[in-house]
């Protein structure tokens, strides 16, 4: 397996562009992104899927978007390579608009551009190697060629084995594999992944998001991921959207939404993921002040690395104790959230979130026990 | 039986076999792309045309809703113009494909339509046109569904070309009914009965054979 697997070809050539002086400054402007999207709007009869998305997709990134059941997704991300139609707005593809193509424009256009899916999709009529080989074949090249391209990505997945099977004798990981081969053969410039995971068990899972971050790291290859569980964001992706009922509520580095979650939706999706505080105190816990005040305590990229609860046991006099937490690494990022319980008069937990808040933690009293 | 009802008996079968063959060719040739066409047409499918699959539809359900004894005859004057004559094996084979094809499209459509949507998704998410849609997703997908469909149209055929006898297309039926029912020969008659069994489980079995062949499905 060499380096020419996937070569870096642009996704359509600069020609194919009608250059318009506005344009061409646009498209200088963004040379990294590859994918834009603005105010995408699609309803299904009464329900809106999508209610005004605007997001851009660089050019070697991994780009998750996250949401729960129904949020819009799949939709979403069908619009990129056109087998969803927006009722409004503008997909741009490397700078050209997409959205108003016809079928038989759209063709050639998808050929660079690879999609797996949930269900894998792959058919059962043909062996692995047809599969993978069919991108190759819809592309109009020769057989030989189609072969040893197919032997490649086998390769590259794992599953050369398997060439002359059927797709009903692998596991659901295996065919997951053969469903990447097949989105990689024509070589795309864009993997667009949907739920790629969602049907497998975590260590399919795990190994399945292992494979892509290797692609994706030694082709440089751009992939956009959709998935409704922060795990999959957290193993692979470098940058997060949230999408909740149509729209995006929030957007950044992994480990920044992580360290910080702005929406309530992302702070639900977290929380799986992140400490909480134990059950059996959160039922307890009141506003009325009592014993004990429970903090929550977040901190993150450097204000994780110093040694903060040393610091505050010096710098404040009092005792407290740690309930519940930990320190998480994403990205590289340390990541840490804390319960604290301390005695609950005033001076005192004044004095620790105080002391907190300078070292840029953010520190809140949750309530008392 | 004598030398010469043997003789009888093998040639009727052969008019038999010939019939179901040919009709059964046919309406697999016709059948099939009416299929495809029905399905493409539909809402939400490859090729979406109200008009197109409503008239279609109205085509082969008027085909279907007609009892084939009165099709027989209300074709004689199609057959003449195809075949030159309308009485005898090969003209008992044009109402047969008549019948027989709009029968297989819906059967044909009815595995067409089993094929995941998804499977149509991905062909579209690499590039494919709608003809590629139809080589390599529809068709390789429906196939054993294709294939136990066309053994049923066969079968059907073989029961249905006992009737074309009113034509005068003989045929096994034909023999059956002019020698064992009309002149009481009973030995006629079981050996006839005893002939379409054996065909019929003879197409049924390679059929079976065949689908089990074709499928890959898990
Ligand atoms: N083809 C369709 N017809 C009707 N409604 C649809 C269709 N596709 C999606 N929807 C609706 O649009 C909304 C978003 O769906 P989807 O994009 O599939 O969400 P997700 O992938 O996030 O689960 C849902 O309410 C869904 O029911
Ligand atoms: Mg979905």
Not at chain 2, 15 to 44: C, K, N, Y
Request: aromatic share 4%; net charge neutral; with cysteine.
């Amino acid at each position: 397996m060499n380096q020419h697997v996937l070569a870096e070809t642009p996704l359509l050539a600069d020609t194919a562009e009608d250059d318009t002086p506005t344009r061409s400054t646009t498209h200088t402007a963004a040379r990294d992104e590859i994918v834009r999207l603005v105010d995408l709007k699609r309803r299904f009869g009464e329900t809106p899927a999508l209610e005004g998305v605007s997001l851009t997709v660089r050019k070697g990134e991994i780009l998750g978007i996250i949401g729960r059941s129904g949020a819009g997704k799949s939709t979403l991300i069908r619009c990129l390579n056109g087998l969803e139609r927006p009722d409004s707005g503008e997909v741009h593809i490397e700078g050209r608009e997409i959205s108003r193509l016809g079928e038989n424009e759209l063709q050639p256009l998808r050929r660079r551009i690879g999609m797996v899916f949930q269900h894998f999709n792959l058919l059962s009529a043909k062996t692995v190697e047809d599969n993978v080989a069919l991108p190759l074949k819809i592309a109009g090249r020769p057989k030989a060629e189609r072969r040893a391209r197919a032997a490649e990505l086998l390769e590259l997945v794992g599953l050369s084995a398997k060439a002359k099977a059927y797709p009903s004798s692998l596991s659901g990981g295996q065919k997951q594999r053969v469903g990447i081969a097949r989105a990689l053969a024509a070589e795309p410039a864009l993997l667009l992944s949907d739920e790629a995971t969602s049907a497998l068990d975590p260590e399919t899972t795990r190994s399945i998001l292992a494979l892509l971050k290797d692609i994706n790291q030694r082709f440089g290859l751009t992939i956009l991921l959709i998935t409704h569980e922060m795990e999959v964001i957290r193993a692979i992706a470098d940058r997060v959207a949230v999408i909740d009922a149509g729209r995006i509520v929030e957007e950044g580095p992994v480990w920044s939404v992580f360290a910080d979650p702005q929406s309530e939706i992302t702070q639900s999706l977290l929380g799986g993921i992140r400490p909480q505080l134990p059950k059996e105190i959160a039922e307890k816990l009141s506003s009325v002040p009592g014993k004990e005040a429970i903090l929550r305590v977040d901190v993150a990229g450097d204000a994780a690395r110093r040694p903060l609860l040393s610091e505050l046991a010096s710098a404040v006099p009092g005792r407290f104790r740690l309930i519940h937490g930990g320190v998480d690494h994403v990205q590289g990022e340390p990541i840490g959230s804390l319960f604290i319980g301390v005695a609950a008069k005033d001076s005192q937990v004044a004095k620790i979130l105080d002391f907190l808040t300078a070292r840029d933690a953010k520190a809140k009293v949750l309530g008392y026990v | 039986m004598s030398e010469v009802m043997i003789q009888l008996l093998l040639r009727s079968i052969w008019e038999t076999v010939l019939m179901t063959a040919a009709s059964g060719l046919i309406s697999l040739v016709a059948g099939l792309p009416l299929g495809l066409a029905l399905i493409a047409t539909e809402r939400g499918g490859i090729a979406e045309n109200r008009w197109v699959n409503r008239i279609l539809g109205i085509i082969v359900d008027g085909f279907r809703s007609v009892p084939f004894i009165i099709l027989l005859v209300a074709l004689i004057p199609v057959t003449r113009l195809i075949v030159g004559t309308s009485i005898g094996t090969w003209a008992a084979i044009v109402p047969l494909a008549i019948a027989a094809t709009p029968y297989y499209a819906r059967v044909a459509e009815v595995s067409l339509r089993e094929v995941d949507r998804g499977l149509i998704d991905a062909a579209r998410a690499m590039g494919g046109n709608r003809w590629t849609i139809i080589r390599e997703v529809l068709v390789p997908e429906a196939l054993p569904g294709i294939v136990a469909g066309f053994t049923v149209t066969l079968i059907t055929l073989v029961g249905a070309s006992a009737m074309a006898g009113a034509i005068g297309a003989g045929g096994l039926g034909d023999l059956a009914i002019r020698y064992g029912y009309q002149r009481f020969e009973t030995t006629v008659m079981f050996v006839v009965v005893a002939v379409l069994i054996v065909l019929v489980y003879g197409i049924q079995w390679l059929g079976d054979r065949l689908v089990a062949r074709l499928d890959h499905r898990a």
